[in-house]
């Protein structure tokens, strides 16, 4: 099993930033992809990036490129995604995600372990 913890959500204007953390622990050598999703009131949960836990290589949905940015720390197994210029239509409840696989990362229903989540809101 693994668990994930997010942080780091909250209120913030829009044009702000805010950075979500995502740690993990437990069976984390069995994890090849780390992802964030995002669900809004009244929408299905929808991705938002992805990142390869070994290589690093990056993944986002249309909405977000040039504005999020996800990274991770393997020392700390912790996953980030860092948030910039963001839109009242970023407001959703954020989930962090792990896969034990590196392929269908977009899928949420592929993913096998789910954090909590975190409330972002940004207000316009």
């Known amino acids: 099993q693994v668990q994930l913890v997010e942080s780091g959500g909250g209120l913030v204007q829009a044009g702000g930033s805010l950075r979500l953390s995502c740690a993990a622990s437990?069976?984390?050598?069995?994890?090849?992809?780390m992802g964030w999703f995002r669900q809004a009131p009244g929408k299905e949960r929808e991705f938002v990036a992805a990142?390869?836990?070994?290589?690093?290589?990056?993944y986002y949905a249309d909405p977000v490129k040039g504005r999020f940015t996800i990274s991770r720390d393997n020392a700390k197994n912790t996953v980030y995604l860092q948030m910039n210029s963001l839109k009242p239509e970023d407001t959703a409840v954020y989930y962090c995600?792990?896969?034990?696989?590196?392929?269908?990362?977009?899928?949420?229903?592929?993913?096998?372990?789910w954090g909590q989540g975190t409330q972002v809101t940004v207000s316009s």
């Open positions: 437990g069976r984390t050598f069995t994890v090849y992809t």
């Open positions: 990142v390869r836990w070994s290589y690093g290589n990056t």
């Open positions: 995600a792990a896969r034990r696989s590196v392929v269908a990362i977009t899928i949420q229903r592929e993913y096998d372990y």
